[in-house]
């Protein structure tokens, strides 16, 4: 099927999929939200597809949250339809039994750090920002980011990037745990290249044995 807002390629037995609206900083609007979940499951059935990289197009942002137009015209129903869209979106990339890696340059905040947070292993540029600034819009992080962010990183650092809205650098997201790798921009994508091939070459029921292990009873819990 064809996507209007994501790019799929493979290399072997990597599929990248790419979220491709540049112009809005790959903003995620109902569309995209849909499509994810269409190109997730996709990715379940192929056996060829051993890893899936998710990505954002552009030099600016991995995603700048959720699309805060479409939000604004919605109604109270209509966002809470769309909150719970995402939050199924999100765990089914974490309970897709297969690893998913977030490669993160720029910004990752809202909606996009919960996207990145609910993928299994995270490889940032040294420019990137992540953040949940959903407080000084009004609203809370809506596809189970807190939690998440909670396991992630620990009630004091959510508490903090909760309350006060205000996005990290690489470097203190590596502490937080957020990022499990950042290197420089210009080798991002060499290093999740790298990473993807690794686990691509072991074994999938390992792999699945391993996310099933760590995420069942844990996240895969908590995103509604
Ligand atoms: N939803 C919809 N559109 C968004 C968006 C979002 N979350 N984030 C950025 N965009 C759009 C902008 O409206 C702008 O579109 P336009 O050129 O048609 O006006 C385009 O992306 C570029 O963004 P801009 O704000 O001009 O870039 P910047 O470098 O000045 O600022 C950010 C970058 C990330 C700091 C800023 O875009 C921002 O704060 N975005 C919202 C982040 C947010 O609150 N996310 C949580 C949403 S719940």
Redesign the pocket.
């Known amino acids: 099927m064809a996507f209007r807002t994501l790019l799929s390629s493979d290399r072997g037995a990597v599929r990248t999929l790419t979220i491709n609206r540049p ?3 790959n ?1 995620l609007n109902r569309e995209t939200i849909s499509e994810l979940q269409i190109a997730f499951a996709q990715a379940r059935h192929d056996d060829a597809v051993r890893v899936v990289v998710l990505a954002g197009a552009g030099e ?2 991995f995603v ?8 604004a015209a919605m109604s109270p129903v209509e966002a809470q339809a769309f909150s719970r869209a995402g939050q199924r979106m999100m765990r089914d990339i974490e309970m897709l039994g297969k690893p998913v890696i977030a490669r993160i340059q720029g ?1 990752a ?4 750090l919960e996207i990145a947070m609910s993928c299994h292993l995270r490889i940032g540029g040294e420019k990137a920002r992540l953040g949940l ?2 407080i ?2 009004g ?1 809370l992080p809506g596809f189970g980011g807190t939690q998440r962010l909670l396991r992630l990183a620990g009630r004091a650092a959510t508490l903090e990037l909760c309350l006060l809205g205000q996005p990290v650098d690489a470097q203190r997201a590596l502490q937080l745990g957020l990022l499990g790798r950042v290197v420089a921009a210009e080798q991002l994508d060499e290093e999740v290249a790298a990473v993807a091939d690794q686990i691509a070459a072991s074994a999938p029921h390992a792999l699945a044995g391993i996310l099933d292990a760590v995420l069942i009873g844990g996240e895969c819990a908590s995103a509604e």
């Not at 905040?109 to 996009?112: K, M, V």
């Open positions: 112009d809005k900083l903003a600016k942002a700048a949250g959720a699309d805060i137009a479409e939000l910004f905040l809202g909606g996009g600034p959903e000084t819009l609203l």
